[in-house]
């Protein structure tokens, strides 16, 4: 069974600081990783999504790369922002392609 | 608007009495899922759908059901709801299936608590 791991839990930092948040998950046999951001009482926003074939894509202020072979995938998020204050998922695909794992994420704060 | 539109939002229940959650897309989209969240357990998926009348288990099916009549469509029926299933759950969509896969879209969510 597919594993999905973040670390760390909660990460508190001053406004206009570069973050980098971490993802790895123990089964290499994936389709895609897709990233996604959680904001108090509502619904997921997707934010990135990297295909297996795939190493990175990019958004903005946002980086995410992708290393298969050892079960990892960082966003990194330049120039952060309070209202970049969220929780931070990472979701993998794998089988089929059509079933969905998730990490327990992120929660960030940026202190203005 | 591209959306996924979850109903109700809230609902609280006694145990025993079925219920169901809708969950509706306006893109066109073949697959859709369902998933619970629960503090320190993450998102775990319930159900998926790749197409009407096509629908697979998930992660964490067991009292759960659901039904693809329509492509826009996919309900969450809970037959004798118990408080284990007091979770914040979420609907899901996206374009194309297995390695066809894109970003998926998520609902607002609703938070059911059963007692």
């Known amino acids: 069974k597919q594993e999905v791991t973040q670390i760390p839990a909660a990460l508190s930092v001053p406004e206009g600081e570069n973050l980098v948040l971490n993802c790895s998950f123990t089964?290499?046999?994936?389709?895609?990783l897709q990233w996604f951001r959680q904001d108090p009482g509502k619904g997921l926003t997707s934010l990135l999504l990297?295909?297996?074939?795939?190493r990175e894509q990019t958004s903005g202020r946002l980086n995410a790369s992708l290393d298969k072979s050892s079960g990892r995938s960082t966003l990194y998020i330049a120039a952060s922002q309070p209202g970049d204050s969220a929780t931070y998922l990472c979701?993998?695909?794998?089988?089929?392609?059509?079933?969905?794992?998730f990490g327990t994420g992120t929660s960030l704060t940026v202190i203005p | 608007e591209a959306q996924v539109t979850q109903n109700p939002r809230y609902l609280i229940t006694v145990t025993g009495k079925k219920l169901t959650v809708t969950c509706s897309q306006n893109?066109?989209?073949?697959?859709m899922s369902w998933y619970r969240q629960d503090p320190g357990l993450g998102l775990r998926q319930i159900y998926y759908?790749?197409?009407?009348?096509?629908?697979d288990k998930g992660d964490v099916p067991e009292g759960y059901k659901v039904s693809r009549k329509e492509k826009r469509n996919f309900p969450l029926i809970l037959e004798s709801p118990s408080p284990n299933q007091t979770s914040l759950y979420f609907c899901?969509?996206?374009?194309?299936?297995?390695?066809?896969?894109?970003?998926?879209?998520f609902g607002q969510g609703t938070r059911l608590t059963v007692v």
């Open positions: 089964d290499s046999a994936i389709y895609n």
């Open positions: 899901a969509s996206r374009e194309g299936t297995g390695y066809m896969n894109t970003e998926a879209f």
């Open positions: 979701a993998v695909s794998r089988g089929t392609g059509n079933q969905f794992y």
């Open positions: 990297i295909q297996s074939s795939q």
């Open positions: 759908s790749m197409n009407v009348e096509v629908t």
């Open positions: 893109m066109n989209h073949e697959y």
